[in-house]
């Protein structure tokens, strides 16, 4: 666990000049639902709080479209899924203003749901006193189970209004300073016959005296660990069963009722465009199937490879393509959706550095910014009595968060991606419809229900887990005038730019009319007059 919070999720550059403004400007969750109301009173737009958190916060949904918008594809934008991750929150509110206000003519065929923030919560510690990067919710959890709650949390130890880290010299410690910067310390390689010389902790002391540090959190439920996919028993801010949280219940029992989404975008460190993900045979024939299927993994490759054209950063080795109980793999392997996940945001390759923090570090000192880091401070700490501690390291939201100013592009190339997406949706068509007169009273109408589309209108994992509704034809037709055919008809699936062919034989005269589609894909209306 230590390894992977060193190692934190990864920054990005859009060729940013020397000047660098702080990021005090990221709006308050006050600030956010105005924004949010403003929206909401929009008449293309229907804002409705889900339910309350534990501290009292709202969960949004922004439904934004026209017309019956249940009935029309729909893709739905998450943000807020961690709450140190900031800039999604900013990601999926400025992608639903620029919906609103600048790309009207889009809800007329997609219905979006946009989910701003799932862990507001958390969220408020980016403009707290004390600033740390929190993922819990405000509920009371006994993280430790040692019988109380939150007993054993973060401490400023150097005051300085942040929590960072705590380097303890210790002979059987398991780091030491990286060799590619001396304020970034790494994992001692045993295998290499690495020799360790410290022992690293978060910014805290053992007030539990357990001889542990931190591992009881002021802090609940994390929305990205609570999901049921994978779900990681037993381990701290998943909670005891999942979906245990009236915010995570709330959405999903929302989204059951939201037959008509056909993908997700989620604002998460989870990452699927920059770099898709790949079938696993082994895992993908599992009973519990972990692996993205085949024709699923075809359509990822497609999709990011639209999103690499739309976005001109370029991920540094971004290799966090999902974890135990999060939403992006849910919205997939649950949920049979397609699902796409991004950070929106990295560090650049910056001269070959190979650890992410070192590689940030040098990046942040190319331009100037001399507000990133914490200088390693000797200090005095009552559990290590005899020994060098010193706090230091990264400030809290900086690897993962740009600062406030470059939000704006940001958000102008995620929603112009989230567009591109739209347009792909599946379409279904009516192509080489005939009605011929067969003698006897007798008309034969033959047709090709076609999708033109480069998605088919079903992943395979929602195929498979027969969770998407199949597409359904119905010919409003007299029991007595069928002579062939079905009145109703299921297709499981239509492949991309694919057909099925359906013929009906009918009695009589007079006007028959069509219907054929599923609310993921929309429905198409016909009449014949015989």
């Given at each position: ?6 190692s934190?999720?990864?920054?990005g550059?859009?060729g940013?000049s020397?000047?660098?403004q ?11 639902n105005?924004?949010?109301q403003?929206?909401?009173?929009q ?27 249940d009935q ?5 934008v998450v943000g ?13 509110t ?5 919906l609103?206000?600048e ?11 946009i ?15 004390l ?6 919710n405000?509920?009371s ?9 939150g007993d054993?949390g ?12 705590m380097?303890?010299e210790?002979?059987m410690?398991?780091y ?8 970034v ?6 295998s290499k016959?690495?020799a360790?010389?410290y022992?690293?902790?978060?910014e805290?002391?053992?007030?539990d ?8 959190l002021?802090?609940?439920?994390a929305?990205?660990?609570s ?8 381990e ?8 245990s ?13 939201q ?6 975008v ?7 465009l920059?770099s ?17 299927l ?5 359509i ?5 490879g639209?999103?690499?054209?739309t ?9 966090n393509?999902g ?7 849910w919205?997939?392997f649950?949920?049979g ?32 910014w ?6 390693w ?14 706090v230091?390291?990264?400030?809290p939201?900086?690897m993962?968060?740009?600062p406030?100013?470059?939000v ?8 112009e ?13 009516i192509q080489?419809?005939?009605?011929e ?8 109408i ?23 509704r199949?597409?359904r ?12 055919g ?11 730019f694919?057909?099925t062919?359906?013929s ?21 209306n016909?009449?014949f007059?015989?």
């Amino acid at each position: 666990m230590k390894k992977i919070v060193l190692s934190c999720l990864l920054a990005g550059s859009l060729g940013w000049s020397q000047s660098v403004q702080a990021q005090g400007d990221y709006p308050t969750l006050s600030q956010l639902n105005q924004r949010l109301q403003t929206l909401g009173n929009q008449a293309s737009a229907e804002l409705k709080s889900l339910t309350k958190t534990a501290g009292g916060e709202d969960i949004w949904v922004l439904k934004v479209g026209t017309g019956d918008l249940d009935q029309k594809p729909a893709i739905a934008v998450v943000g807020g899924v961690e709450g140190f991750h900031v800039l999604s929150v900013e990601l999926a509110t400025q992608f639903a203003e620029k919906l609103v206000n600048e790309h009207a003519e889009k809800l007329e065929s997609t219905t979006f749901y946009i989910f701003p923030n799932m862990s507001p919560d958390a969220y408020k510690q980016y403009h707290a006193t004390l600033k740390y990067e929190r993922r819990g919710n405000a509920a009371s959890v006994d993280h430790d189970r040692d019988g109380s709650p939150g007993d054993n949390g973060y401490t400023d130890l150097n005051g300085d209004g942040m929590i960072t880290w705590m380097r303890v010299e210790d002979p059987m410690g398991d780091y030491k300073v990286s060799e590619e910067d001396e304020r970034v310390l790494v994992k001692a390689d045993r295998s290499k016959g690495e020799a360790g010389n410290y022992l690293v902790f978060k910014e805290s002391k053992d007030d539990d005296l357990d001889g542990k540090f931190a591992e009881d959190l002021e802090e609940g439920i994390a929305f990205n660990k609570s999901m049921t996919f994978k779900f990681p028993v037993f381990e701290p801010l998943a909670g005891d069963i999942p979906v245990s949280q009236v915010e995570s219940r709330a959405m999903l029992d929302y989204l059951f009722e939201q037959w008509n989404i056909f993908a997700f975008v989620t604002f998460s460190p989870a990452n699927n465009l920059s770099s898709p993900l790949k079938y696993n045979a082994q895992n993908a024939r599992k009973r519990v199937v972990t692996s993205i299927l085949e024709k699923d993994e075809a359509i990822n490759a497609m999709v990011s490879g639209i999103y690499n054209e739309t976005i001109s950063q370029k991920a540094y080795q971004q290799t966090n393509q999902g974890t135990d109980g999060d939403f992006f793999q849910w919205a997939y392997f649950h949920f049979g959706r397609l699902s796409f996940g991004t950070p929106g945001y990295w560090t650049p390759d910056f001269k070959g550095k190979d650890n992410p923090e070192a590689n940030y570090l040098a990046w942040a000192d190319s331009l100037g910014w001399n507000e990133v880091f914490v200088p390693w401070t000797e200090i005095t700490h009552p559990d290590f009595p005899g020994k060098k501690v010193e706090v230091g390291g990264i400030k809290p939201f900086v690897m993962v968060n740009p600062p406030f100013e470059k939000v704006g592009e940001i958000a102008e190339e995620h929603t112009e991606f989230i567009l591109k997406l739209a347009e792909m949706q599946p379409k279904l068509e009516i192509q080489n419809l005939k009605v011929e007169s067969i003698g006897n009273g007798l008309t034969r109408i033959s047709l090709d229900l076609f999708n033109n589309s480069p998605l088919p209108t079903h992943s395979e994992m929602g195929e498979r887990s027969r969770w998407l509704r199949k597409i359904r034809i119905d010919l409003n037709a007299p029991d007595d005038r069928l002579i062939s055919g079905e009145k109703i008809q299921l297709v499981d699936s239509i492949d991309a730019f694919g057909k099925t062919s359906l013929s009906w034989i009918i009695r009589g005269k007079g006007d028959i009319s069509l219907k054929a589609g599923a609310s993921h894909v929309g429905f198409i209306n016909k009449t014949f007059n015989l």
